[in-house]
């Protein structure tokens, strides 16, 4: 059991600032996800928590001790490569039982907990073949079981999902967890893919060019972004951005563009001071969030139909609103007409108001 703290962690390669002054604090027993897009420095972030990177500033603590000197053993965390890293001359057994082995674990016992992980993801049936007899997906499940058959303080994971088909990514990310839950292994799980992460993830760290940009459980973070970055990034279709501009005077406060005019007068107390009359302003509103309405509604937004995508238990619009693409997420198998205008009104109560820069304005 561990807790994780990064203070000003920095991680410089010549030129190339890939973590950027990190400050973080991982609880014990925590599922934290790191995501962000590729490129964003959280391979780098993993591997200075493992040990395999110094960091070019800062410190690591695992329970307030100071690892940043120590050894990857030393530190007693188990990785799970992007790239599997088996020893390719051994067994897929003897690859799951090596670090119950280095521990002096019994054979008995070792080959009987190799199993019962195996059995678990799927590959129970490979136990006798070397990594080089197997598909992507199925090294890719011996890495994870490699990791998990011992219970180290921390467990890290580089995106160990990716080479699997929908399905089976189902599957193990159920069983992870399930695992997670069960024994309470403080875990660092990296990935790009957002429904894994907030599936998956107690609390989620949203990176972008090295650095955090916000932190919180999946649901804080997607109800509440802090910058159009982690609006959109979070979502599938992401949050809708619409260009339009705050008009405010001493008792009104509306937003306009030239097909819309929302009046938003209940949020009047919490604009702050800086927000001035006829600011440029992108009105955020998730797919969900937008309702079809009868034409000319007062506060909806009419859009050109550009595509209608039946998905079964949903349909998804795309509609185009002066320049911008709107996705509207639709709770129906009766789709609307595939031409034509649609009026869709947003739900007041869930609308983002973020500044031309990107950050949140309420
Ligand atoms: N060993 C290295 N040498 C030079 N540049 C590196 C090295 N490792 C990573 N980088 C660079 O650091 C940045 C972050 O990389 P990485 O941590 O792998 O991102 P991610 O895992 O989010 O895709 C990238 O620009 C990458 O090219
Ligand atoms: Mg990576």
């Given at each position: 059991m561990a807790k994780i703290t990064l203070e000003h962690l920095s991680k410089h390669f010549g030129p190339v600032i890939a973590v950027n002054e990190i400050d973080l604090t991982i609880e014990d027993g925590e599922f934290f996800a790191l995501l962000?897009?590729?490129?964003?420095g959280k391979t780098t972030t993993l591997r200075l928590i493992a040990g395999l990177e110094k960091p070019t500033k800062g410190r690591i603590l695992i329970d307030e001790q100071?690892?940043?000197?120590?050894?990857p053993r030393e530190r007693d965390v188990a990785m799970v490569f992007q790239d599997y890293?088996?020893?390719?001359?051994?067994t897929i057994l003897d690859n799951i039982a090596y670090p119950l082995k280095v521990r002096g674990v019994p054979r008995e016992e070792r080959v009987r907990r190799v199993r019962e992980v195996a059995q678990n993801l799927q590959i129970g049936e490979l136990l006798d073949r070397r990594p080089g007899q197997l598909s992507g997906g199925q090294q890719q499940r011996a890495a994870v079981a490699r990791a998990v058959v011992h219970h180290p303080r921390v467990f890290l994971f580089d995106e160990p999902l990716s080479n699997l088909d929908a399905k089976l990514r189902l599957e193990a990310r159920a069983f992870l967890k399930h695992l997670q839950r069960e024994v309470g292994v403080t875990s660092v799980y990296v990935t790009h893919d957002q429904a894994e992460a907030m599936a998956l993830a107690d609390r989620i760290a949203v990176m972008n060019h090295g650095r955090i940009l916000q932190v919180g459980s999946p649901l804080d973070v997607y109800r509440h972004p802090r910058n159009t970055f982690v609006a959109q990034f979070l979502g599938s279709p992401p949050m809708n951005l619409i260009p339009c501009r705050l008009h405010r005077t001493a008792d009104r406060a509306r937003l306009v563009a030239s097909t819309f005019e929302l009046d938003i007068s209940f949020l009047q107390g919490r604009l702050?001071?800086?927000?001035?009359?006829?600011m440029p302003i992108f009105l955020g509103i998730r797919p969900e969030h937008l309702t079809p309405v009868a034409?000319?509604?007062?506060g909806a937004i009419p859009g050109e139909v550009y595509v209608v995508q039946p998905l079964g238990a949903e349909t998804l619009v795309d509609l185009l609103v002066e320049d911008t693409s709107v996705a509207v997420r639709l709770f129906t198998d009766e789709p609307p007409a595939q031409h034509g205008t649609l009026w869709v009104l947003p739900d007041i109560h869930r609308i983002h108001l973020y500044q031309e820069s990107g950050e949140i304005l309420i």
């Amino acid at each position: 059991m561990a807790k994780i703290t990064l203070e000003h962690l920095s991680k410089h390669f010549g030129p190339v600032i890939a973590v950027n002054e990190i400050d973080l604090t991982i609880e014990d027993g925590e599922f934290f996800a790191l995501l962000g897009p590729s490129g964003c420095g959280k391979t780098t972030t993993l591997r200075l928590i493992a040990g395999l990177e110094k960091p070019t500033k800062g410190r690591i603590l695992i329970d307030e001790q100071d690892v940043t000197a120590l050894t990857p053993r030393e530190r007693d965390v188990a990785m799970v490569f992007q790239d599997y890293a088996l020893y390719p001359h051994m067994t897929i057994l003897d690859n799951i039982a090596y670090p119950l082995k280095v521990r002096g674990v019994p054979r008995e016992e070792r080959v009987r907990r190799v199993r019962e992980v195996a059995q678990n993801l799927q590959i129970g049936e490979l136990l006798d073949r070397r990594p080089g007899q197997l598909s992507g997906g199925q090294q890719q499940r011996a890495a994870v079981a490699r990791a998990v058959v011992h219970h180290p303080r921390v467990f890290l994971f580089d995106e160990p999902l990716s080479n699997l088909d929908a399905k089976l990514r189902l599957e193990a990310r159920a069983f992870l967890k399930h695992l997670q839950r069960e024994v309470g292994v403080t875990s660092v799980y990296v990935t790009h893919d957002q429904a894994e992460a907030m599936a998956l993830a107690d609390r989620i760290a949203v990176m972008n060019h090295g650095r955090i940009l916000q932190v919180g459980s999946p649901l804080d973070v997607y109800r509440h972004p802090r910058n159009t970055f982690v609006a959109q990034f979070l979502g599938s279709p992401p949050m809708n951005l619409i260009p339009c501009r705050l008009h405010r005077t001493a008792d009104r406060a509306r937003l306009v563009a030239s097909t819309f005019e929302l009046d938003i007068s209940f949020l009047q107390g919490r604009l702050p001071a800086g927000a001035r009359n006829d600011m440029p302003i992108f009105l955020g509103i998730r797919p969900e969030h937008l309702t079809p309405v009868a034409v000319g509604t007062p506060g909806a937004i009419p859009g050109e139909v550009y595509v209608v995508q039946p998905l079964g238990a949903e349909t998804l619009v795309d509609l185009l609103v002066e320049d911008t693409s709107v996705a509207v997420r639709l709770f129906t198998d009766e789709p609307p007409a595939q031409h034509g205008t649609l009026w869709v009104l947003p739900d007041i109560h869930r609308i983002h108001l973020y500044q031309e820069s990107g950050e949140i304005l309420i």
